[in-house]
Every structure is written in structure tokens, then in C-alpha cells.
């Protein structure tokens, strides 16, 4: 098994269309890691697959520093500072992996299952996906200040990249 821990160059960007014009924001500085095992080169998921990702909320930034505090201020930052994925099985083979987890959000929690590529590069591991939610599936209120209204279908799309780090990853239960 290896055990990968997500480096700097990790991110979310979370993207969703508004009244006015396309709302973009982007979380840095994303903790935790995932243990997978390693076979000539490839990645072999298998029943010891794990990983986790945190990032903070304080931390998304849409380069419009107004419309970082509406956000924050709706998503309610303060009250729930961080968005974690843990995940539960991963089912695939060569790049591409079927992968089930729990997604939490807002002080909700909801399981959903999603395609990602995966690969093994420089001796990184890269992890790219996408997932589409619905904020009010978190009791988030879509988003309304005078005629900036955001629609509630959210797009997150992952950057991952995972250093080897050699120690386990944490057990979930």
C-alpha cells in the first residue's frame, strides 16, 4: 500500500451560474491523503483503498472580495468552516475509477458516487473529477443580493496531486 498526502498544487474550483455572470472560486491549502495499492506502476484499487479531503471555506476565493463575503456569508462560513469528502470504495482499473463516498457540507452529510481519473505521474498520484450538487440538498439557500441571484446546481471540479508520504491513512468507520 502506499499513502499519498495532497500537496499545495491540490484544489477545488467551484463553479455555478448567476443572474449576472459565471460565479468562479477556487479552495486551496487541501488536507489528507489516500492509500492505494501500487502494482508495476499502476494503481490497483482494492479493499485497503481509502482517502480523505478537507479544505476550508474561508479559504474559497472568487477574486471579487464582495462577492467572497456574500458567499461566505450564505454558506455560513463561520458556523461550518470546512467541506470533507471521505471515500468508501473504489472499483476501477488503468485511469479510470468508479469511486463512492460521503460528502459533507454545510453540517450535512450525502453519499454519492462519481467517475475520476487517477494516474500515477513523476511519482505523484493525479486525481481529477467532477461532481455536480445542489446547495439546497445542504440546506444552503440559493444565493440572492439585489439582482446577483445564483442558481442552486453547484460544479466542483478536483485537482489532486498526492505526494508519497509512507504512513497509513487514517481508518474510517
Excluded at 100 to 126: K, N, Y
Aim: contains cysteine.
Amino acid at each position: 500500500m502506499a499513502t499519498f498526502t495532497w500537496t499545495n498544487d491540490s484544489f477545488v474550483q467551484i463553479s455555478a451560474d448567476s443572474s449576472v455572470h459565471p460565479i468562479t472560486a477556487e479552495i486551496r491549502g487541501l488536507r489528507g491523503q489516500a492509500t492505494c495499492d501500487v502494482s508495476n506502476g499502476a494503481l490497483t484499487p482494492g479493499p485497503g483503498t481509502s482517502g480523505w479531503i478537507e479544505g476550508d471555506v474561508s479559504q474559497m476565493e472568487t477574486g471579487k472580495k464582495l462577492e467572497d463575503i456574500a458567499l461566505r456569508k450564505q454558506i455560513d462560513a463561520k458556523r461550518f468552516p470546512s467541506v470533507r469528502y471521505e471515500v468508501r470504495s473504489v472499483e476501477g482499473a488503468g485511469a479510470s475509477f468508479k469511486v463512492s463516498g460521503a460528502f459533507t457540507f454545510h453540517g450535512e452529510t450525502q453519499q454519492f458516487t462519481e467517475e475520476c481519473q487517477a494516474r500515477l505521474e513523476g511519482g505523484q498520484l493525479v486525481v481529477d473529477a467532477d461532481h455536480t450538487v445542489d446547495i439546497r440538498d445542504f440546506g444552503v439557500k440559493p444565493f440572492k443580493v439585489l439582482t446577483l441571484s445564483i442558481q442552486p446546481e453547484v460544479r466542483l471540479t478536483l485537482h489532486l496531486v498526492g505526494s508519497e508520504s509512507g504512513g497509513a491513512a487514517p481508518a474510517w468507520g
